[in-house]
């Protein structure tokens, strides 16, 4: 609402300008306010909040292990994509030895970055991580690739840490589980 109110005031500050100056100007004025006018006006894309019932349950589904998502029903907007990866640390911890993650971001259009905390302090936490990388990996990486963000062609870099800065995964393209060698 604040940027067509912007565009308002300078539309209306650059027509009364240029009916100050010669009848010349004053076309030449009033024309290029039309296209700056017409340039600057962004249509706001829908959030998560609009997403259409088809998509809200597939992306219900991320994360359970018993359904599996249609990807071809999700299709997010650039705002409706950044708005899930920034909702990620708004979970809620449902016990005390459970992998939270406190921040997820998305630094510029090809990198999504998940900061995690696990206050499991064991020698499986290390293992413990990885598994969720692997799962938060995939699960963005494929959400990201049915968003606008994806040019069909062109993979995210996806980087996960602790909360002390250990990088656990910074992979760009889909992990694969090595085999023995």
Same mark, same amino acid.
């Given at each position: 609402m604040n940027k067509i109110k912007l565009l308002t005031t300078i539309g209306l500050c650059s027509f009364i300008l $240029?009916?100050?100056g010669t009848e010349e *100007?004053?076309? @030449?004025? %009033?024309? *290029?306010? @039309?296209?700056?006018?017409? /340039? =600057?006006?962004?249509? /706001? /894309?829908p959030g998560l909040d609009e #997403?259409? !019932?088809?998509?809200?349950?597939e992306i219900? @589904?991320? $994360? +359970?292990?018993? /359904?599996e998502i249609d990807w071809e029903k999700i299709n997010l907007n650039k705002l409706q994509f950044k708005e899930y990866i920034e909702s990620l640390d708004e979970q809620e911890e449902t016990s005390e030895e459970t992998l939270t993650i406190i921040s997820s971001s998305m630094p510029d259009d090809n990198t999504i970055e998940i900061i995690i905390s696990n206050?499991? @302090? %064991?020698?499986? +936490?290390?293992l413990t991580n990885g598994f969720f990388a692997i799962m938060m990996d995939s699960f963005?990486? !494929?959400?990201? #690739? =049915?968003s606008?963000?994806?040019? $069909? =062609?062109? !993979?995210?870099?996806? #980087?996960?840490?602790?909360?002390?800065? *250990?990088?656990?995964?910074e992979e760009t393209n889909f992990i694969e589980m090595g085999g023995n060698e």
């Open positions: $240029g009916a100050c *100007t004053s076309v @030449k004025d %009033s024309n *290029t306010t @039309k296209i700056a006018q017409s /340039e =600057s006006i962004v249509i /706001e /894309e #997403l259409d !019932q088809s998509t809200t349950d219900a @589904k991320i $994360g +359970s292990e018993d /359904e206050s499991d @302090k %064991s020698e499986m +936490s290390e963005s990486r !494929q959400l990201y #690739l =049915s606008d963000y994806s040019d $069909g =062609s062109t !993979q995210p870099t996806i #980087l996960i840490k602790d909360n002390v800065g *250990t990088i656990i995964s």
